[in-house]
């Protein structure tokens, strides 16, 4: 079942809280998770790849210039565009190095975007990351919001950790790999559960005095 509209979210979240009952605390704080959903294909992970290690406002800066030159973004588009017209949206050596190899697999039928929806998770991370350029994070952010998967968990992630440190009272921030073992609990619906650990990262960042879950599993 693929998170992709509302109802399909409140399904996921009411699965999610019967499986870890201490995630209750952090939707009593932090309110229902929204569903931030992006439109699947190649402009969704150009998207993406756009934001990797810039602001929130860079990002849409760049994506704005690039949907404006590009109004129906296509992988043989960027394939054919010099690296000039690329800088001057906006993007870096290293973004029109792993653009154009994204590019180059799609159109040469190496990467199907259209395939990843019926593969799982780990699949379809290692697919994706088997492209130079993208890493675990991309692919999991690309699965989670493009495509809706219940179970995309982009672990490295640094305000997924930093809201299972303050959420579960922890000591320090969790590795990656640790959080990976604290989030084994949500399967299937740790896609699900990294929403509702933003929005509650959010809910912290506004300013409000966070309440961490309590210990009943």
């Known amino acids: 079942m693929l998170i992709d509209s509302e109802a399909a979210l409140n399904h996921g979240l009411k699965r999610l809280l019967a499986q870890d009952k201490r995630l209750r605390d952090l939707v009593a704080f932090a309110g229902k998770p929204p569903l931030r959903k992006r439109p699947p294909g190649f402009p969704g992970l150009v998207a993406i790849i756009v934001s990797q290690q810039v602001s929130t406002a860079s990002a849409a800066a760049i994506w704005k210039r690039i949907s404006s030159h590009f109004p129906r973004l296509s992988a043989k588009q960027i394939v054919n565009a010099d690296d000039e ?30 395939t990843l929806e019926r593969q ?41 950790q930093e809201a299972a440190r303050i959420g579960f009272d922890l000591p320090a921030r969790p590795s990656p790999q640790d959080l990976i073992e604290i989030a084994e609990r949500w399967r299937p619906w740790r896609g699900v559960a990294a929403k509702l650990l933003w929005a509650y990262y959010g809910a912290v960042k506004s300013g409000r005095e966070a309440i961490p879950a309590g210990t009943e599993a």
């Open 85 to 114: 017209t690329l800088k001057s949206l906006g993007l870096s050596g290293p973004k029109i190095r792993t653009l154009r190899t994204v590019s180059e697999a799609i159109t040469s039928r190496a990467l199907s975007l259209t």
């Open 120 to 160: 799982s998770a780990e699949d379809a991370i290692t697919a994706l990351t088997a492209i130079k350029g993208i890493g675990p994070w991309t692919a999991e952010i690309y699965l989670l919001f493009c495509l809706g998967h219940p179970d995309a968990f982009p672990a490295g992630d640094l305000a997924l």
